[in-house]
């Protein structure tokens, strides 16, 4: 089955506690991205990838970082997660770049 | 700036009250524009693809069209499991590899 499998699904952890989420995709897909929806915000682009070892900055990156060291995996790190960065992550791949996506499950963050 | 804007918000329908959702957006250039459903607690799912005035896509009950400055997405005959927020997405030209998002409007279906 084809799928983005992001993992937790659901994290709490306190303010400077580095943590990372992974996501892995099973498609062969060369695209990979990393979002955050919060209420009335809608989906916005932290980092994403054109294909392995090629990262750029999306609309909100401070505070994060990402690698792609492999095709399927795209992890998300946060160095010093802090308040601000509760929220729904999701993480999303296709064959050539953005517009039709394939989304994860999205793991909810709570950062207290 | 470019931006993409939903609207209504919310919307509630009957069962089988048809109605539209509208997507405009002020963009430098568009290379294309998307539809998403997301249902609560789930990661969005790709609806549509239209790139240029005038195309249309179906699927079911759901249809879109697309202008130069804004998109609809039309719903016929509404059944409860459409429930679910609807996104816009608008992929720029010029060489950006950026997708923006609208805010999402949120349906539900009431038998």
């Known amino acids: 089955e084809a799928q983005v499998t992001q993992n937790p699904r659901y994290l709490i952890t306190v303010t400077g506690k580095k943590l990372t989420v992974t996501c892995s995709q099973n498609?062969?897909?060369?695209?990979m991205s990393w979002y955050r929806q919060d209420p009335g915000l809608g989906l916005r682009q932290i980092y994403y990838?054109?294909?392995?070892?090629?990262?750029d900055k999306g609309d909100v990156p401070e505070g994060y970082k990402v690698s792609r060291k492999e095709k399927r995996n795209f992890p998300l790190i946060l160095e010093s997660p802090s308040p601000n960065q509760t929220s729904l992550y999701f993480c999303?791949?296709?064959?050539?770049?953005?517009?039709?996506?394939?989304f994860g499950e999205g793991s909810r963050l709570t950062v207290l | 700036e470019d931006q993409v804007t939903q609207s209504p918000e919310a919307l509630r329908l009957q069962e089988g009250e048809s109605s539209s959702l509208n997507c405009s957006y002020t963009?430098?250039?568009?290379?294309?524009l998307f539809w998403y459903r997301q249902d609560p607690g789930k990661g969005p799912e790709f609806l549509f693809t239209?790139?240029?005035a005038g195309e249309e896509k179906e699927k079911e009950r759901l249809k879109a069209t697309l202008t130069k400055k804004e998109s609809f997405l039309h719903i016929t005959a509404p059944k409860p499991e459409d429930s679910a927020t609807y996104l816009c997405?608008?992929?720029?030209?010029?060489?950006?590899?950026?997708?923006?998002f609208g805010a999402g409007t949120r349906l539900a279906v009431h038998p």
């Open positions: 239209l790139y240029s």
């Open positions: 963009v430098s250039g568009l290379r294309g």
């Open positions: 999303a791949s296709s064959f050539v770049g953005p517009g039709e996506l394939f």
């Open positions: 990838s054109m294909n392995v070892e090629v990262t």
């Open positions: 997405a608008v992929l720029l030209s010029g060489g950006y590899n950026k997708l923006i």
């Open positions: 498609m062969n897909h060369e695209y």
